[in-house]
């Protein structure tokens, strides 16, 4: 059965620091990759989703960015951290040409 | 800008009651619907895809779409409290959208005893 990891799972990072959040997915090959934001109170904002290695497409322009070293994982990384990036990261994948999701457990960070 | 409009509630409705949460969609070339469950502070979990116009039953759970006047609901029968969560709409684009889901804002569901 697929499964997919995510950590961490809780971040509190200040601003101006790094970030490095780290997804992968077991039990399958080939499969499409997204990272959604979810802000406290608001919906599920799609930031970058992957069909293939090195294959990467931004959906909302920010301080973000993300890279797709191997074919079953995904990183989200920011140079400098704003308090705006605050918020539940989401990754999650679904098959080549298939439809529903499976999220990851999410990782929850806190810009101070 | 392809939309997917949800009542936020929040929605409480008693124990063993019928639920009723709606979706509305923009997108008229949308081929796949989903509903999400969202607990607090927990990662959404996949309950229910419908792609055909109808009625799809999966236990307590029916969803319902009307692709002429772009709707999709889901009916959670004999509502228990631990059904209580944020219920999220998601919609698939036709065409090559590479799987890419757009979400509503969510429906807050309380059931109470």
């Known amino acids: 059965s697929q499964t997919i990891h995510q950590w961490p799972a809780t971040l509190v990072q200040p601003v101006g620091s790094p970030l490095s959040l780290e997804c992968t997915v077991e039990?399958?090959?080939?499969?499409?990759l997204y990272w959604y934001r979810q802000a406290a109170g608001r919906g599920l904002q799609l930031l970058f989703y992957?069909?293939?290695?090195?294959?990467i497409s931004s959906e909302v322009p920010q301080n973000l960015s993300a890279s797709r070293p191997q074919d079953r994982q995904f990183i989200l990384s920011s140079k400098k951290l704003l308090l705006s990036d605050s918020g539940f990261y989401l990754c999650a994948w679904s098959r080549t040409g298939g439809d529903g999701y499976t999220f990851g457990s999410g990782t929850r960070l806190t810009v101070v | 800008q392809k939309e997917v409009e949800q009542n936020s509630g929040p929605l409480s409705v008693p124990e063993g009651a019928i639920a009723s949460l709606n979706c509305t969609y923009s997108d008229r070339g949308s081929q796949s619907f989903f509903w999400y469950r969202q607990y607090s502070g927990k990662s959404p979990e996949l309950i229910m895809s419908i792609y055909s116009n109808g009625d799809k039953e999966d236990g307590r759970f029916t969803a319902q779409l009307n692709k002429a006047s772009q709707y999709v609901s889901l009916l959670i029968r004999d509502s228990q409290p631990s059904d209580s969560a944020t219920y999220l709409c998601?919609?698939?684009?036709?065409?090559?959208?590479?799987?890419?889901?757009?979400f509503g804002q969510g429906t807050i569901l309380t059931v109470h005893p």
């Open positions: 998601a919609v698939k684009a036709g065409g090559t959208s590479y799987g890419k889901l757009t």
């Open positions: 992957s069909v293939g290695i090195g294959q």
């Open positions: 039990g399958t090959s080939n499969p499409n």
